[in-house]
T-cell receptor, first 116, second 116 residues
């Protein structure tokens, strides 16, 4: 398994501003994932981040809105840019580890974002 | 389109009774299947996964899941429910061709309420 921490745990932001969410893992991992969980809904994958390469974004998500950094094998950031109330969600990072393929994903505690 | 369905928004069970949380999927080929649990204000926790082989998979906290290929189902079960099992449960599928990474498609989630 992996121990994952996220900062901040929650924030209230004004529309038009940006927030950067940090994700720290206690071991080196190749892939890190960023998900969004809108209120009362399921998880949707935003992008996959590999160290040393551009993040891969899912349909409906773009780099200008959700820029991602992956400077090393234990850390990643997700920025939510030019926020609107529709961006109010829980943002979770996850990593892929395990004893046999396909590896299971382990999730951080999430960042609860409210945009006013 | 590839999808995961959890037909019940909520399942209510008395403590000590068996529980079942239903999941069906629509994916081409042979998918990998996962169950996760989300406790309040916490990230998702991995419970179990099905890759191949025995249709009954055992996981954490006494949970198990039964894979049924003909019915394209992967129902989560536990012989005797505990109040502490009350949480939000997500079924997820990884399609067999995911572009080389562990892209998970999540169901909408089922809230399990276990009553004393």
């Amino acid at each position: 398994s992996a121990v994952i921490s996220q900062k901040p745990s929650r924030d209230i932001c004004q529309r038009g501003t940006s927030l950067t969410i940090q994700c720290q893992v206690d071991s080196q991992v190749t892939m890190m994932f960023w998900y969004r969980q809108q209120p009362g809904q399921s998880l949707t994958l935003i992008a996959t981040a590999n160290q040393g390469s551009e993040a891969t974004y899912e349909s409906g998500f773009v780099i200008d809105k959700f820029p991602i950094s992956r400077p090393n094998l234990t850390f990643s950031t997700l920025t939510v840019s030019n926020m609107s109330p529709e961006d109010s969600s829980i943002y979770l990072c996850s990593v892929e580890v395990g004893t046999g393929r396909p590896y299971e994903q382990y999730f951080g505690p999430g960042t609860r974002l409210t945009v006013t | 389109a590839q999808s995961v369905a959890q037909p019940e928004d909520q399942v209510n069970v008395a403590e000590g009774n068996p529980l079942t949380v239903k999941c069906t999927y629509s994916v081409s080929g042979n998918p990998y299947l996962f169950w996760y649990v989300q406790y309040p204000n916490r990230g998702l926790q991995f419970l179990l996964k099905y890759i191949t082989g025995d249709n009954l998979v055992k996981g954490s906290y006494g949970f198990e899941a039964e894979f049924n290929k003909s019915q394209t189902s992967f129902h989560l079960k536990k012989p005797s429910a505990l109040v502490s099992d009350s949480a939000l449960y997500f079924c997820a599928v990884r399609p067999p061709l995911s572009g080389g990474y562990n892209k998970l498609i999540f169901g909408a989630g089922t809230r399990l309420a276990v009553h004393p």
